[in-house]
């Protein structure tokens, strides 16, 4: 399968979760095991030379580990606030819809490790960079961004710290 016929999988849901809004919809993605494995296989060569993922919860775990289980390195979850039992780092960020608070877990970051951010789409920009922010007061150097999907009305690049930004299908 190509990466075109596999990205063409994400669904347009109108109205949800308000009305005006497009949902895209990666669920058909997910759920065909070769355009999920093209699309991995894509993220692993998007996100270069780097020493561990961090993934942002939840829809990012699932393509973050799958990307570390092809570059055989480690990955960090960033959670969503009151999940983790030893907190490392805190940080508040606004969604295209709300806000919300992602912590990153103690000790999970080596500083002066080389690290990429994975997640499904890029928004509004706030939950990549509040990722990116709580990785860099870890010591981390963010090498590189990789998401499947850009909305690229949002303006989401534009609030992204320096670190190229891979994105697979922009719309
Ligand atoms: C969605 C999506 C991204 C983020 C993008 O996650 O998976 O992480 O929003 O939006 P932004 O660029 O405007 O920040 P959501 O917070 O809905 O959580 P979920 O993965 O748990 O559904
Ligand atoms: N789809 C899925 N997640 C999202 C979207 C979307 O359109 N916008 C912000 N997070």
Redesign the pocket.
Known sequence: MTLDEALGLIAELPDFPEPGVVFRDLTPLFGDPKAFATVIDALAEAVGDVEQLAA?????FVLAAAVAYAKGVGVTLVR?AGKLPSVGGSVD????YGT?TLELPADAIRPGARVAVV????????????TQSLLAEAGAEVRSVAVVLE?AA?G?RERLGDAPLHVLKTV
């Open positions: 942002v919860e939840a829809r990012g969503k960020y606004d969604l295209e919300a997640d499904d789409i890029l928004a509004t920009g706030g939950t990549v960079a509040a909305l949002l989401g």
